[in-house]
């Protein structure tokens, strides 16, 4: 049987390239697998468009990758290990929820830019969606590279930030979002914990910002200080030519680089609109200060 051509097309100058020619729900051999490994090293973002996953499939493909991360939610409300998150107002049972709904206030916590799992003493290496339902209109991902971002800076900043340590906390990041937004056995199970603010890539040692809305404060420093070089260095980081916006299309698997990408919804009218995307995560190697 004749193989597609696996073909490259790069989605903007900083970072993320689309893949086409691979059937990534399919079993993976191991060249195929590092194949992965090098283009999230190489481009931070990766989308295989037109793929036909399940979730049984997701969780082979994930696994191929590392360990599958539990979701902070369900363990810390629940003490229960589940491995899937559902993004969008989908639910298990096929109808949809609405703005007003407390599931759908409580998710706009990832409007801002964030890495999933920065408040985590082990933060996530990927996550992986796959979109089963997207909205006719907005529900964009927006993403940019935190590597691009470090490589922008002056000597000075430079400098000044490599040796810093951020101070990342859940409780901090949902506080933005509502008072009363998170239930307290979740913010008991979540304390802030110590994160690099650059780290490197370990195949290449390139050197990225660490940063987003769970990086509530530097190590050492006060908080208008702290929030100061923070909200400056995101701002910069952040400025609309640095943005990739993934407009997402049913069969699309995204996998993108949380060690040095920050990414936020866009938002959708729920309302209006449905959607569904299922989410796993692959554990990172250690606590970014062991790296
Ligand atoms: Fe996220």
Redesign the pocket.
Same mark, same amino acid.
């Given at each position: 049987m004749s193989r597609q051509k696996i073909e490259y097309t790069p989605l903007h100058a900083d970072f993320g390239v689309a893949i086409t020619g691979l059937d990534a729900a399919g079993p993976q051999t191991p060249d195929t697998v590092e194949m992965i490994k090098k283009a999230i090293d190489d481009y931070s973002f990766v989308v295989f468009p037109n793929q036909s996953f399940t979730d049984d499939l997701q969780l082979a493909f994930t696994q191929s990758l590392g360990e599958p991360e539990e979701s902070h939610v369900t363990l810390g409300e629940e003490g229960r290990v589940e491995y899937f998150g559902t993004i969008g107002n989908v639910q298990a049972d096929g109808t949809a929820i609405g703005n007003s709904h407390p599931k759908t206030v409580f998710k706009t916590g990832?409007n801002m830019w %964030?890495s999933?799992s920065s408040f985590r003493p082990v933060p996530s290496y990927v996550?992986i969606m796959c979109a089963y339902e997207v909205p006719s209109e907005g529900g964009a991902t927006l993403f940019i590279s935190q590597r691009a971002a470090y490589d922008r800076l002056s000597k000075a900043t430079k400098e000044q930030v490599d040796p810093l340590v951020g101070i990342h906390d859940y409780s901090y990041s949902r506080s933005k979002v509502g008072p009363r937004v998170l239930k307290p056995e979740l913010a008991a199970s979540l304390p802030p914990v110590k994160q690099r603010m650059v780290r490197r890539n370990p195949r290449s040692g390139a050197p990225n910002l660490y940063l987003g809305s769970h990086c509530r404060q530097v190590d050492g420093w006060e908080m208008p200080p702290s929030r100061a070089l923070i909200d400056e260095l995101t701002e910069d980081a952040t400025a609309s030519q640095h943005i990739y916006s993934h407009q997402w299309q049913a069969g699309d698997l995204v996998i993108w680089d949380n060690r040095c990408l920050l %990414?936020r919804g866009a938002g959708y009218d729920a309302d209006k609109h449905r959607r569904l995307m299922r989410q796993t995560r692959v554990r990172g190697a250690c606590n970014s200060l062991a790296e």
């Open positions: 990832n %964030h999933d996550s %990414h």
